[in-house]
């Protein structure tokens, strides 16, 4: 009788209800156990002109110097080379490159601004005790 391999898990939190989720290492959505909703985990690139009504993952975004997102975001952490038009809520960093722009409020656990990148709106820099949840602490 073969044995059971155990699957390697990441707890990551509901971009809806920020509920505590248990998720396979290699999942790309699941739907949250406390609300139901579906929960996108993947990483994303823009590279092009993105106008939808929400860009929410549990995963990173990295907008390129080309691309752009008209829309709310949430995510992990996010890069931004290229532009953002609205509100960003990262549970992770953020950071604007020298291309970058970014168009709105900010809430994240970091903020890095590079010389030469634009950022206009209010910045609320939050404590990371959330992020280390969703790592279990195994950061370095």
Do not use: W
Not at 21 to 32: D, G, I, T
Not at 57 to 67: A, D, L, S
């Amino acid at each position: 009788m073969r044995a059971l391999r155990s699957v390697k898990a990441r707890t990551v939190l509901c971009t809806h209800c920020s509920g505590p989720n248990e998720v396979a290492a290699k999942a790309m959505s699941v739907f949250c156990i406390h609300c139901r909703k579906r929960l996108i985990l993947e990483n994303v690139t823009v590279k092009s002109y993105e106008a939808i009504k929400d860009y929410t993952t549990c995963g990173n975004i990295v907008v390129e110097k080309r691309g752009r997102i008209a829309a709310p975001v949430q995510a992990g952490d996010l890069t931004v080379k290229g532009t953002v038009q609205g509100t960003i809520h990262a549970r992770g960093k953020v950071e604007v490159t020298r291309t970058g722009s970014v168009f709105g409020d900010v809430v994240a656990s970091a903020l890095r601004v590079q010389k030469g990148a634009r950022l206009i709106g209010f910045c609320r820099i939050r404590p990371t005790v959330l992020r280390e949840l969703e790592t279990g602490g195994d950061e370095s």
